[in-house]
């Protein structure tokens, strides 16, 4: 009797194991996504706009919240515009800087900013120079003093420039010791051999050998203007004291010649397929770039275009990529696909490693990966799952007001609508599939695409010959 009470016990906690397991939600990966939400990224009454007399755009976007203040002053003008034989000289200039403006050297200037406890710090990217500096807002004064004294006064000293070059030229020859730099580096001279592109954004060895403070200084003058600049404030900071500023400061600013801008880059490209090999001898693992031309940033296909990369390879575990060549052969721990959206178009690529002796099978991966987007674009679920990894990525990337300020002075960058921000979920949502099913036709290019691999030629020549003409080069 008590073995028939106790059988009676256990399939009842059994029943109710089944019942909890039944009533209990699926996991997060097996559920639907959530829908795609729309609406404002900013409330209207926080972000103000107004453009000088002498073509100097100011954004300021208030945040009380906090007693801090970022403040930033973009031109857009960047690698993009070098000539090619000077490589490099934008980001040299953004370098030099930041070492010395109006009447402080690099040490007084460095101090400056340490005694405000702020943070400074000029880039150049390939379509925009940015100086940001940011600190309390008590400091406010003093903060734009500091702006305007980098942007209009840089000192570009022969000595620091000096020290900046040596400093860029040892650092170019560190990088080749990184495989994953001499494929990309090896990659955009497949691509362009002839255009800026080619080179990267920090110039070569031997491009940034002939660079010094007269290059610099001529440079400067050239991409820093009033004209398209933009300056922006965001934080606690009213918008009236901002725009008094920037009249009283910057409104004399000459408007510039800014009339270079990046040429288009040739398309196809490459126009046939090709392999080039870094040869490495060294190396036990290969690194693998594939890719060709790809869109610019202003493209109207950018958002469709986006949503059937991230199905492709742009989404980590979800895309077909990483599911086909790491989940289901083990032959990588990472592979990723992405289109670099800039003025001009830039490239497409897909990137990976794997073991030497394995390279041809995911190279093959790869390129089938690409003819199957081609001939099987997304399905229903797989664009709806995208669509919202693409709503959701969007809300992660504008967390902070500051995120927000940096993408609105983006969209003046790129010359987009000042409402693309609002409108980016409900284009995403307004994506089909036939949109997707058109993008992945018209914009991917395995049976011309440029592979490009670093590892030993004698082993990676043999697996790769038959697929187009093949180039050793050394590192």
């Known amino acids: 009797m008590r073995a028939l009470q106790e059988a009676a016990a256990l399939g009842a906690v059994a029943l109710l194991a089944a019942a909890c397991a039944w009533l209990e939600p699926a996991p997060a990966w097996e559920r639907p996504p959530p829908p795609v939400r729309e609406g404002p990224v900013v409330p209207g009454e926080r972000l103000y706009r107004t453009t000088l007399p002498n073509g100097l755009q100011v954004l300021v976007?208030?945040?009380?919240?906090l007693p801090r203040l970022r403040l930033g002053l973009v031109v857009p003008r960047g690698a993009g515009?070098?000539?090619?034989?000077?490589a490099g000289l934008a980001s040299l200039t953004a370098d030099l800087m930041e070492r010395g403006a109006g009447e402080r050297d690099a040490l007084a200037l460095a101090r400056a900013v340490d005694d405000l406890g702020a943070d400074l710090a000029v880039s150049a990217g390939w379509d925009s120079t940015r100086v940001l500096?940011?600190?309390?807002?008590?400091?406010?004064?003093?903060?734009?003093?500091?702006?305007v004294d980098v942007v209009r006064r840089p000192r570009f000293e022969a000595p620091e420039a000096e020290r900046a070059r040596s400093e860029r030229l040892a650092a170019l020859e560190r990088a080749k010791d990184d495989p994953g730099t001499?494929?990309?580096?090896?990659?955009l001279r497949a691509l362009y051999p002839d255009h800026r592109y080619g080179l990267p954004l920090e110039g070569t060895s031997e491009t940034v050998a002939g660079l010094d403070a007269p290059a610099v200084r001529a440079f400067h003058a050239q991409a820093?203007?009033?004209?398209?600049?933009?300056?922006?404030?965001?934080?606690?900071?009213?918008?009236?004291?901002?725009e008094a500023f920037a009249r009283a400061a910057l409104g004399d600013w000459p408007s510039g010649d800014l009339s270079r801008l990046t040429p288009e880059p040739p398309a196809p490209a490459p126009p046939e397929r090709r392999v080039v090999i870094v040869d490495r001898p060294d190396l036990n693992q290969a690194q693998i770039v594939i890719g060709h031309e790809g869109m610019a940033r202003s493209?109207?296909?950018?958002?469709?275009?986006?949503?059937?990369?991230?199905?492709?390879?742009?989404?980590?575990?979800l895309s077909r990529l990483m599911v086909r060549v790491r989940s289901g052969e083990g032959l990588t721990y990472a592979v990723g696909s992405g289109f670099s959206l800039r003025r001009q178009p830039g490239p497409f690529t897909v990137g990976t490693f794997t073991r030497v002796p394995e390279t041809r099978k995911v190279v093959d991966l790869v390129l089938a990966e690409l003819v199957r987007m081609q001939q099987e674009p997304p399905s229903p679920a797989e664009l709806e799952t995208a669509k919202s990894y693409a709503a959701g990525s969007f809300a992660l990337e504008l967390e902070t007001a500051a995120a927000i300020a940096g993408s609105l002075v983006d969209l003046e960058v790129?010359?987009?609508?000042?409402?693309?921000?609002?409108?980016?979920?409900?284009?995403?949502?307004?994506?089909g599939p036939d949109d997707v099913a058109r993008a992945a036709r018209t914009r991917l290019h395995p049976q011309r695409a440029a592979i490009v691999v670093v590892g030993p030629a004698q082993a990676l020549r043999p697996q790769l010959a038959d697929l187009g003409p093949v180039q050793v080069v050394q590192p």
Do not use: K
């Not at 001499?182 to 990659?187: I, K, M, P, T």
């Not at 790129?414 to 994506?431: E, F, H, I, K």
């Open 61 to 65: 976007l208030e945040d009380r919240r």
């Open 81 to 86: 515009v070098e000539e090619r034989e000077r």
């Open 414 to 431: 790129y010359g987009l609508p000042p409402d693309a921000l609002d409108t980016y979920r409900s284009r995403v949502r307004a994506v």
């Open 224 to 242: 820093f203007g009033a004209r398209d600049a933009i300056l922006f404030a965001v934080g606690d900071v009213g918008r009236a004291e901002i």
């Open 299 to 317: 493209d109207p296909e950018r958002v469709a275009a986006g949503l059937m990369n991230d199905v492709l390879g742009g989404s980590g575990f």
């Open 133 to 147: 500096l940011s600190g309390l807002s008590e400091d406010r004064d003093a903060l734009l003093g500091l702006l």
């Open 182 to 187: 001499l494929a990309g580096w090896a990659f």
